[in-house]
């Protein structure tokens, strides 16, 4: 039997490659090896009335690389590059633009592109050369100029521009532009495409209104140029993601075997779709995805052998996913990375004792989407010359100009107070009055602390949860005249003090808001709940839930009301909380809106707070922000270590290092004290800490035991001495741009600034040598240059 087996198998593979030498290609049907997820759903001959216009499916999937039966590759065998294996011809030839920098060649049959650099004769391609033995069908997927999904009642299924020989694709040259006409005949879906050039490279674009839906297909999704620069396992280089403070997934030969890359929501997931915030998810509970930073940039990167593009995404950005995917999926051999552009996007509801079923959004997300592939090379094609690049977009393009006379300062939290459920009735938990706010900034100024920004939280009526988005001073506190004392006291004392404010996610129980006017809803037209979630196995606790406020009611019901009153505190900024890391839809059928909605109202409600009241601080930072905040508090310092990823990179602070003054995550919460010492100093981030009036203990059984080390008597003279410490170094690299990141050895790290600066940071337990400096284990050395 054994014997058989073997002589089986070997036939098995011999016929497998005889298929793939005739040019045919066997992929198993799903269907062969389990049942459906959703077996007990509703069957496919089932019919489902629809919900305003909503399509319904049984099933879906919304991975970047979804291979369908329809699409047959090769995924036995991976091709192996031998360094004299011949590659495909460059079949971009013909001219179609040109201005002072490059020119522009398309391929007339799939319309596919190369870009050549005019001075230097660098060539960038759109569908880049590949092995001679790759198979026709994977040719076909690399050279399509676009990639496109949809549904047409019953899962996603993907396409691209070459597969079907039905499927048409025309050019025109207008003016300064190339209009791609493709006409997916089969899917009844066509739109236009267009190139343009730019002073930095290929501006591509993707009008809204070309689009038209003629069959029953319906549009999720389009991805184009997905190519773009991609490269071969034996390429020299890396894929930039933005993940967290940016992450490397660099290019190598011989790796893992991933069924999937990076694929992830720019600005993070959408609170307002259950699935893309749980793993896991049943008609009460929920269990929220692993841990992991979010995208706050509109960019993505690769650079191979000296030539590099940073793909900077501004139409559509707000409802758009980053995708990085490693050589082997898809049986093909190459690194790529590349925008995808949502229009419509899905979610699962609960009705009765079905289960589990998913639906679509009916309706497109409006809006024109637009994507510019600045082009580098040589010392630029790099993560570092991709962070200039991105630097110098957000100060020519976007308006984006340093904060004036920067200086080195303690971010200093305090925590008000918080209400805890008793048997019968509350107790609000004094955690730091006024008057103690007024006591621990005079300590920290007597043990060295010069330079203070005051961040005062929980300090409404109700404390933390209390009465959002409604903002009045808690009298347990001190009411208003002690807020009007410490006010005082902070502007003689020489300190900026901000409130925060929490205008987006009141808690339920004492949120001062219509339900009904207010609350933003899922696609079931349930008024939407999130929870807080146990950290142990990330389950929701159904005791703590919150809403979310339609984002025009934010700005315009509560935002605009409320504003005077911080002038007339005479506070010197609000910390608009939730605002630079979180935005979201709306499915409530009176007034669906998409993201693009809450980013325009965040900015909206930024501008009018900074203009009256003088100063704005958030949380994260997501691009939308810059150039309206003063400070980005705990801005994002890591990746999120995914398998296929290498090493994270402070790709956030080359692009904010001088322009906007950042902070770290408070020194009294660290999980490794001497670790997220050293990243803020190779970061550049400046020092945080919250504390409070009160012992930790007294938070016990209320929801912010998240606080479990702030009594301001342990800390103020940890805080001082590192304060002290770092004071000289951030002194000296103020208000600079960091120009260079680099590692030097194995952990060792060297961040260099504008001025020369340079700051060298060990994380190995041994010292070390660098340039006849030596740097003690576990520390860090710098000098001016």
């Not at 590349?338 to 609960?350: G, H, L, P, Q």
């Not at 980013?599 to 704005?616: N, P, R, Y």
């Amino acid at each position: 039997m054994k014997q058989r087996t073997i002589q089986w198998k070997k036939l098995v593979s011999i016929l497998l490659l005889v298929m793939m030498l005739l040019g045919q290609q066997i992929i198993p049907s799903a269907s062969s090896f389990a049942p459906s997820a959703n077996a007990e759903q509703l069957s496919s001959e089932e019919v489902v009335e629809p919900v305003d216009n909503e399509v319904v499916i049984e099933e879906t999937t919304s991975e970047a690389e979804t291979v369908e039966a329809t699409d047959p590759v090769v995924d036995s065998i991976d091709p192996v590059l031998d360094g004299a294996e011949e590659l495909s011809k460059v079949t971009a030839i013909k001219e179609v633009l040109s201005n002072s920098k490059f020119t522009l060649y398309i391929d007339e049959k799939t319309g596919n592109v190369r870009l050549v650099n005019k001075a230097t004769g660098t060539e960038w391609l759109g569908s880049p050369q590949t092995p001679s033995s790759l198979p026709p069908n994977n040719k076909k997927f690399i050279d399509s100029p676009l990639h496109l999904r949809y549904t047409v009642g019953s899962d996603i299924t993907s396409t691209y521009s070459l597969k079907d020989a039905t499927t048409t694709t025309t050019y025109t040259v207008l003016n300064d532009q190339v209009v791609l006409d493709i006409n997916f005949v089969a899917e009844g879906i066509s739109l236009q495409m267009i190139y343009a050039l730019s002073d930095r490279g290929l501006v591509v674009q993707i009008p809204f209104e070309s689009i038209k839906e003629t069959g029953n297909a319906r549009l999720t999704s389009l991805e184009p140029l997905p190519f773009m620069n991609g490269a071969l396992e034996s390429d020299k280089g890396a894929i930039f993601l933005p993940d967290g403070s940016g992450s490397l997934l660099e290019f190598r030969a011989i790796h893992e075997t991933y069924l999937k890359g990076y694929s992830e929501y720019i600005y993070g997931n959408d609170a307002t779709f259950r699935s893309q915030t749980n793993d896991m998810l049943a008609d009460t509970y929920t269990r929220r995805n692993t841990p992991r930073e979010s995208i706050a940039l509109p960019v993505f990167g690769i650079y191979r052998n000296g030539v590099g593009t940073l793909a900077i995404v501004s139409d559509g950005q707000y409802e758009a996913k980053i995708n990085g995917t490693p050589a082997g999926i898809r049986a093909i051999p190459m690194y790529r990375s590349s925008v995808e552009f949502m229009y419509r996007k899905n979610d699962v509801i609960f009705i009765g004792n079905s289960g589990q079923i998913p639906y679509f959004q009916g309706q497109m997300i409006a809006g024109n989407r637009k994507v510019e592939f600045v082009l580098l090379e040589a010392e630029d094609a790099n993560y570092v010359g991709m962070a200039n690049a991105y630097r110098d977009y957000l100060i020519k393009d976007q308006g984006v100009t340093p904060i004036a006379d920067q200086k080195p300062s303690l971010s200093l939290e305090l925590f008000g107070g918080i209400e805890r459920e008793e048997i019968i009735g509350d107790t609000f938990i004094k955690m730091t009055t006024f008057q103690q706010a007024e006591q621990i900034i005079s300590d920290l100024q007597q043990a060295g602390v010069t330079n203070i920004d005051a961040t005062y939280d929980g300090w409404t009526k109700g404390g933390l949860y209390g009465t959002q988005p409604s903002h009045k001073v808690a009298k347990q506190l001190g009411g208003k005249k002690g807020l009007e004392s410490l006010v005082d006291f902070t502007k003689e004392a020489n300190v900026a003090l901000y409130l925060r404010a929490n205008y987006v996610k009141p808690f339920e129980s004492t949120g001062k808001y219509s339900e009904r006017k207010d609350g933003i809803r899922g696609m079931d037209r349930e008024l939407l709940e999130l929870t807080l979630y146990w950290p142990s196995d990330r389950w929701s606790r159904s005791s703590y839930s919150f809403h979310l406020i339609k984002p025009d009611r934010v700005l315009n019901q509560y935002v605009k009301d409320q504003v005077s009153d911080y002038v007339n505190y005479g506070v010197d900024g609000v910390q608009m909380q939730y605002m630079g890391e979180m935005i979201y839809s709306d499915e409530d059928k009176e007034s669906i809106t998409d993201r693009s909605v809450a980013a325009q109202a965040w900015i909206d409600s930024l501008t009018l707070m900074k203009e009256q009241v003088g100063s704005t601080a958030v949380d994260y930072g997501n691009a939308y922000t810059f150039g309206l905040v003063d400070r980005i508090d705990d801005a994002p310092l890591y990746a999120s270590e995914y398998t296929y990823t290498d090493t994270a990179v402070p790709f956030y602070q080359l692009v904010l290092h001088g322009l906007i003054p950042y902070y770290a995550s408070p020194i009294n919460l660290r999980e490794d004290a001497q670790v997220e010492w050293l990243k803020a100093i190779e970061y550049g981030a400046l020092p945080t800490a919250e504390l409070t009036g009160e012992k930790s203990s007294n938070l016990h059984r209320t929801a912010e035991t998240r606080l479990y080390s702030s009594y301001a008597a342990d800390w103020i003279s940890i805080v001082a001495d590192e304060y002290k410490d770092l004071e000289p170094l951030y002194n000296a690299i103020a208000g600079e741009q960091m120009v260079n990141h680099e590692q030097i050895e194995d952990r060792v790290f060297r961040t260099t600034y504008a001025s020369g600066v340079e700051v060298i940071v060990n994380y190995n337990s041994d010292a070390t040598t660098i340039d006849g400096v030596s740097v003690e284990g576990m520390n860090y050395t710098w000098s001016k240059g």
